[in-house]
């Protein structure tokens, strides 16, 4: 292990991109390897021989467990307590605008990152496509490539040309080997989220722009411009709206969801897991990688309509949901009403909020991944998805109405499982500063049990007729795919710990970041990493004034400093807190779930 | 040389202004030839003795060995477009400057284009060569036509007087006219011929007198003349009403050769009926050059006037988004679309030129000119490479015109994979997606436009590449997701169907192979881009 860590490298979040070393020679591109490796994959699978159709599958399979591998590897030697950048490694790609290839990882990303790598070999090995198995895997792998990539890219342009080549494997996905009305599912998913990243687009050229004035030369580096970028509020609150569509539309947040529900029901089974487990965490990860890191003050500044948005996702989803009479329409709904949580969880601006949102993310993507993949299993076995035409399925399924007990169980977020400590946490953090909205969210909680425990009931239970009394058993394949998810299920449930304590040290360091840039007043809290508040400039004695750096300026009026003793790594961990009224440095702080 | 006399004549009006009294300053000077350098024409030169060659001794020989016109022409426009890389070369090291008494620009721009307009012919003629194979109009004259037309480009994108501008214009047009109308056999291909002519008539004269308004104006056709004219002339508080009249004219012609709305009327007819080659020929030389001379008229010539002409193009660059992607949309014949798509490219070109308005004639002219330029040499290569699969698959449907209806490429993928994955790259590029060269292209304009803060406009321009994007989605499915027609099936199969051919495949996959691999490292063509700006006057 010791080899390993030395392999790493560390960039602190604090320091710029320039600083960043291109790698000892003995270093082992991981991350590169990440998106390399699938792409490669796909290209092989793509030029595989026609007639060895089992060779092409165990290329695709390969690939996949490669990346799976690699990427659990990762996280094993992801460096605890570390806020920054890890494994990061940059190189000029084009020098004119500016652009570099620069791939990093941190605690928000690790876990998606890991989600990635281990869905897609499970969704090629859950099920097969109806025809034409060889460009199906091809562009599954492609996908994979595109995925990994926006997760680890800490350069603009390179996150948008991730998060828009993504679109095009997605869209021959979706229109290839989808259901019905396929075709119409998959142009209005591409033109959906093309539009926008249209405004995307022209909001990170602007970001550059405006950002070369304060930094001195053209860079779409996100840590250089977060850390050394200096936007008037209302060009900061324009260039949030614009990156905030493109997320939006991909989250997807209520009035921009419409194209959800028709993508995930048509889609070919590996399709919605995919898009479900991690596809849609490409939006709740922008609002937390490009959203809160580059323009905390606008964030801070529209998290009402965020909040509220959420809000209604979470109540409308529930409700739409409960109405499907499509069981896989219905989970489509369902995730409307989870990512609201996450959105909701993002815009509280504390630490467990977001800690609780990323590790939703993951979650969602496991459960939902999950739910998706055995509604494929009851699809693929009763060539229908209405609810009306299946029941019963329990007496003659009973191992498969189990494992679908479980992951639903997970959905709702009952105790014990993983889909409850993720809620808790988003709602135990948003109480502390959205308290109201927290409170309508809650009971988004309630009618997650009403709609799933209700299809439940209609699929499962009561006597099967005759079509579902020859439902079959889950066969052994199939449960060798379950498993992986249901672990997973449990283990996050009943001990979140290794998850959380790679996860908190960089939401802290955002959290910290925003309280930083931005008016916003952050709630006392405490993490494994200590108790942290803020001394608000203004109120503290003429002393600390002069300690408060120059992060001190105009729109902000709240100075960060740590209260530990470990001034000098302000950078990681640093906190923030104290109502404004009581400046008694309290300790007071809760532990975080665990 | 006619360009000689030109800028001899336009000479001897400036110094009539100058001395005041005409008569005694014509009779006083006596002619003295400019000094030409003709080693800095010589990519011109070389496309005229291509030119001349084939026609001479393509007329007094009997019928030359299969593709050997086409050689010939792909040959003429490589070597044309080699010479300009050494004049490239020339210019970096030694500066710009003008040839032939003023009357021509030396420069990087100059020469970017020349190189985009040499590639776009050598394409194009190979492309031809298949598509003509075998058919009664397979001959010299084409290819030769494509050379003169490829002359009146790079005059038009070297032009350093408005005179000479006008001469390379319409020997381009000229050209064009009869190249739209070359399949003698279709009756399509004769309206097109004759719209085109009518209607490029119309523009040329309200080019020419444009001209003419300016030359009352600034007492000159010289760019560098004029340029001086009106920095050191022009009453600020009174708008010199003919300089502003000669621009409006200037612009209206200039419109209508780039096809941008509302003068592009006559595009989807003449991409439709002119032969599936000439319409790439339009669509990427014809374009290229076009915007060429209207860079140089209007940031060139006439920066003072910027801020009149500025508002002008950001009007007609929406509408010609707007109009071109919406009406794209609604289509059913393949060729009309991407005549409509093209319509929607103008407008991103001129989101360029009017990235370019907003700092012409300073020191440092920003990233404008330089996008406009890159993106015309990415564009030219992509739609050639479109062009070329509707070629390829229209010719196959037996009828002279060609059918290049939506229904013509249903299955395409399965029933030709490597043509129709070379299609999707080319449409995807269009649409601007990553990994392509059109994704650079229009980074590279929608970048040039933010960076001067025309964000309005920058926005509009990607929500109308969205729009355009579903035009290009419905081909895709067609091409993808639907099956072949039974009775495509059968002629496949019986070896009637559709085939390639050599030259024209050996064209389609440079293109693809240039698009995917510019798209992925664009740095060696951006550093290029960039000199364009030293602009030689």
């Not at chain 2, 496949?492 to 051919?501: K, L, P, Y």
Request: hydrophobic share 55%; glycine share 10%; aromatic share 10%.
């Amino acid at each position: 292990m010791g080899a390993l860590t030395e392999m790493t490298e560390f960039t602190n979040i604090g320091l710029l991109a320039a600083e960043d070393s291109h790698g000892s020679p003995i270093a082992f591109p991981i991350l590169t390897m990440l998106i390399l490796l699938p792409m490669v994959g796909s290209v092989a699978v793509a030029i595989s021989s026609k007639r060895r159709p089992e060779f092409t599958k165990l290329i695709a399979l390969m690939t996949s467990v490669g990346v799976a591998g690699m990427s659990i590897w990762l996280m094993s030697s992801f460096e605890m307590g570390e806020a920054g950048f890890q494994f990061s490694s940059q190189h000029t790609w084009i020098e004119q605008w500016g652009i570099s290839y620069h791939v990093g990882v941190d605690g928000i990303s690790l876990f998606l990152v890991v989600l990635t790598g281990v869905l897609f070999p499970l969704a090629i090995v859950g099920i097969d496509p109806h025809h034409d198995e060889k460009p199906y895997l091809a562009w599954l792998l492609m996908l994979e490539a595109g995925v990994m990539g926006s997760f680890l890219s800490l350069d603009l342009f390179l996150f948008f040309i991730f998060f828009e080549i993504v679109l095009v494997p997605m869209y021959f996905l979706i229109g290839g080997w989808g259901y019905e009305s396929r075709v119409y599912a998959a142009t209005k998913f591409f033109l959906y989220t093309m539009f926008g990243s249209a405004f995307m687009l022209v909001g990170l050229i602007a970001t550059a722009m405006l950002a070369r004035d304060s930094i001195g030369h053209l860079t779409f580096d996100l840590v250089e411009i977060a850390e050394g970028a200096d936007f008037a509020a209302n060009t900061g609150r324009w260039l949030f709206f614009a990156f905030a569509v493109a997320f939006a539309v991909k989250v997807p947040i209520f009035p921009l969801h419409t194209w959800l529900p028709d993508a995930h029901t048509q889609a070919p089974t590996a399709g919605s897991v995919v898009l479900a487990g991690v596809m849609l965490k490409l939006g709740t990860y922008g609002f937390l990688r490009f959203g809160l890191y580059l323009f905390p003050e606008a964030a801070v500044w529209s998290r009402s309509l965020w909040l509220t948005l959420a809000v209604i996702g979470i109540i409308y989803g529930a409700i739409a949901a409960t109405m499907q009479k499509d069981l896989k329409r219905l989970v489509a709904y369902s995730s409307v009403a989870h990512l609201g949580f996450i959105i909701l969880g993002t815009f509280a601006f504390t630490s467990q909020a977001i800690s609780g949102s990323v590790l939703q993310m993951v979650n969602h993507g496991v459960s939902t991944g999950a739910l998706f993949l055995m509604v494929g299993m009851i699809y693929e076995r009763r060539k229908t998805r209405q609810i009306a035409e299946l029941g019963g399925i329990q007496k003659v399924a009973p191992i498969f109405a189990a494992g679908f007990m479980i992951v639903m169980l997970s959905s709702i977020g009952v105790p014990g499982l993983n889909g409850f400590i993720g809620e808790y946490l988003i709602l135990l953090g948003s109480f502390q500063t959205a308290r109201w909205w927290t409170v309508v969210a809650t009971s988004g909680v309630i009618l997650a049990a009403l709609y799933l425990l209700w299809a439940y009931q209609r699929v499962f239970h009561g006597e099967p007729d005759e079509d579902n009394a020859k439902f079959p058993e889950l066969r052994a394949k199939e449960a060798m795919v379950l498993l992986p998810f249901i672990a997973a299920i449990v283990f996050t449930g009943v001990y979140p710990k290794p998850l959380l304590e790679r996860i908190e040290p960089s939401v802290d360091a955002l959290v910290a970041h925003v309280a930083e840039n931005s008016s916003f007043d952050i709630p006392e809290y405490g993490t494994q990493c200590g108790t942290f508040t803020v001394e608000h400039g203004e109120e503290a004695g003429a002393a600390d004034d002069a300690e408060t750096d120059a992060a001190d300026h105009g729109v902000s009026d709240s100075g960060c400093e740590t209260h530990d003793a470990d001034q000098d790594e302000a950078d990681h961990g640093d906190g923030d807190d104290g109502d404004a009224d009581d400046d008694s440095h309290g300790d007071e702080g809760e532990e975080s779930g665990e | 040389m006619i360009a000689e006399l030109i800028s001899q004549s336009s000479q001897i009006g400036a110094s009539v202004v100058a001395q005041g009294s005409p008569a005694q300053g014509f009779v006083a000077q006596t002619f003295v030839g400019p000094e030409v350098n003709w080693f800095a024409l010589s990519p011109m030169l070389a496309l005229l003795a291509g030119a001349l060659t084939m026609m001479l001794v393509g007329a007094l020989t009997p019928t030359w060995p299969k593709g050997l016109y086409a050689m010939a022409a792909a040959v003429t426009a490589g070597t044309a477009g080699a010479l300009a890389m050494v004049q490239w070369d020339d210019i970096t090291d030694n500066g710009p400057t003008t040839l032939v008494g003023g009357a021509i620009a030396f420069d990087t721009f100059a020469m970017f284009l020349t190189i985009t307009i040499c590639i776009g012919v050598l394409l194009v003629s190979l492309l031809t060569d298949s598509f003509l194979r075998g058919t009664p109009n397979d001959g010299p004259e084409i290819y030769a036509l494509y050379l003169v037309a490829a002359i009146g480009g790079v005059v038009m994108a070297s032009a350093n007087d408005l005179i000479v501008l006008f001469l390379g214009l319409e020997t381009l047009s000229l050209a064009l006219y009869v190249l739209a109308a070359s399949n003698r056999r279709s009756i399509a291909s004769a309206e097109a011929g004759i719209k085109y002519f009518v209607l490029g008539g119309f523009a040329s004269a309200f080019f020419l007198y444009g001209i003419a308004l300016l030359y009352g104006a600034a007492g000159t056709t010289n760019i560098s003349e004029m340029v001086a004219t009106f920095q050191s002339g022009v009453d600020l508080d009174n708008p010199n009403a003919l300089a502003l009249a000669g621009l409006a004219l200037l612009i209206v012609g200039l419109d209508f050769k780039v096809a941008a709305a509302p003068f592009h009327v006559w595009t989807p007819d003449v991409y439709q009926g002119a032969p599936s080659p000439v319409t790439a020929f339009m669509a990427s030389v014809a374009k290229a050059a076009a915007f060429a001379a209207m860079l140089r008229v209007l940031v060139t010539a006439l920066p003072f006037f910027r801020d009149d002409w500025r508002p002008v193009i950001w009007v007609l660059a929406i509408l010609s988004l707007v109009v071109g992607s919406f009406l794209a949309v609604v289509q059913t014949n393949v060729k009309r679309m991407l005549a409509y798509s093209s319509v929607s490219h103008a407008g991103f070109l001129l989101v360029g030129v009017e990235a370019a308005g907003h700092t012409a004639g300073e020191a440092l002219p920003g990233d404008g000119m330089p996008s406009v330029a890159l993106y015309l040499m990415l564009y030219s290569v992509l739609v050639i490479g479109s062009f070329g699969v509707v070629t390829v698959v229209s010719r196959a449907s037996g009828n002279v015109d060609g059918d290049a209806s939506l229904d013509t490429f249903k299955g395409l993928a399965k029933r030709r994979p490597l043509l129709a994955l070379a299609f999707t790259v080319f449409l995807l590029a269009q649409a601007g997606v990553p990994f392509t060269s059109g994704f650079i292209a229009k980074f590279g304009v929608i970048q040039a436009a933010v960076e001067v803060e025309s964000y309005a406009i920058a926005v509009i321009a990607m929500v109308a590449a969205v729009v355009a994007a579903f035009l290009y989605l419905r081909i895709m499915v067609s091409m993808w997701l639907a099956d072949p027609d039974d009775g495509a099936v059968e002629s496949d199969a019986a070896g009637t169907g559709i085939s390639v051919g050599l030259s024209s495949g050996l064209a389609i996959a440079a293109a693809a192979a240039f698009t995917l691999f510019v798209g992925v490292f664009p740095g060696w063509l951006l550093d290029a881009a960039e000199t364009v700006n030293a602009i030689a006057r």
